[in-house]
């Protein structure tokens, strides 16, 4: 399985951005995406997940009300699309997979990773 992240760029504060995973190699049924993120000097935290199969859908409450997860079945893709962003949501984003229903939070949990995509918020 490959996950390949895009979409990433400088924004400014209040800006949106949104990221793209295109995963080759396994249909997405029966999975969940998550999407992460880390700052410099920073653990990799959770930001949001979806059990593919019913899109269901959890946010971290950092981001709760500003993003928002989304898949295209067809393509194979899932989404990101982050509103109102912040200069403390820089970062580096990766979006990751795991078997299962369970939207974990732990990266821990994950088994495929995309490479990262830089997300730069300007103040």
């Known amino acids: 399985v490959q996950l390949q992240a895009s979409g990433g760029g400088l924004v400014q504060n209040g800006g949106s951005l949104r990221l793209s995973c295109a995963a080759s190699g396994r249909t997405l049924n029966h999975h969940v995406m998550g999407w992460f993120r880390q700052s410099p000097g920073k653990k990799r935290e959770f930001v949001a997940g979806m059990w593919w199969s019913t899109a269901r859908t959890d946010y971290s409450d950092a981001v709760k009300g500003r993003f928002t997860i989304s898949r295209d079945n067809a393509e194979n893709t899932g989404y990101l699309q982050m509103t109102s962003l912040k200069p403390e949501d820089t970062a580096v984003y990766y979006c990751?997979?795991?078997?299962?229903?369970?939207?974990?939070?732990?990266?821990?949990?994950?088994?495929?990773w995309g490479q990262g995509t830089q997300v730069t918020v300007s103040s």
């Open positions: 990751a997979i795991r078997e299962g229903q369970l939207i974990h939070i732990n990266e821990g949990e994950y088994d495929y």
